[in-house]
């Protein structure tokens, strides 16, 4: 797990699991765990009403938290969007054989090629996921290195 806190209302969580979370009770599990990691490794811990928008790709969950009222207890509004496209973004093009796209200095893969390769890959490299993933594969260069 790895979050990145934006702001005090806005935050982003990189899960990476076997489980697959769908039904509501798994989710409300998965949540549970999360706020106790959250409040382990960061001193976080929920409490209002959040929207959260969760990109899935392959065990990767990808949880962009936004805190819209705080009123004590946790509640939570929440848009999963299966199967995802999750790019992994890196600087240097050694770092990963075979087809990538470059955009504006940056090189991107799908996400799920590198999983299987580096359990580490969250410290080489970004995720990107939502409407950026869109503009980078609209945009971007496919190039083979």
């Known amino acids: 797990m790895k979050a990145n806190f934006i702001n005090d209302d806005h935050f982003v969580i990189y899960y990476l699991s076997n489980n697959q979370f769908r039904t509501e009770e798994e989710m ?3 949540f549970k765990l999360l706020n106790h990691h959250l409040n382990h490794q960061y001193h976080y811990e929920f409490h209002g009403f959040y ?4 990109f899935c790709c392959h065990g990767l969950y990808v ?3 936004e805190n819209i009222d ?14 995802s496209i ?13 087809d990538k796209i470059y955009y504006r200095g940056k ?13 580490h890959f969250f410290e080489y490299g970004n995720i990107v996921y939502g409407k ?4 980078i594969l609209s945009h971007g260069i496919l190039v083979s290195i």
């Open 107 to 119: 090189f991107y893969i799908e996400v799920s090629t590198v999983m299987d390769d580096d359990i």
């Open 63 to 65: 949880l962009e938290f």
């Open 86 to 98: 999750l790019l992994y973004e890196f600087e240097d093009s050694d770092m990963v054989k075979g």
């Open 132 to 135: 950026q993933v869109d503009e």
């Open 28 to 30: 409300k599990s998965f």
């Open 70 to 83: 705080d009123y004590g207890s946790s509640d939570f509004d929440i848009t999963m969007l299966l199967n």
């Open 51 to 54: 929207h959260v928008e969760i």
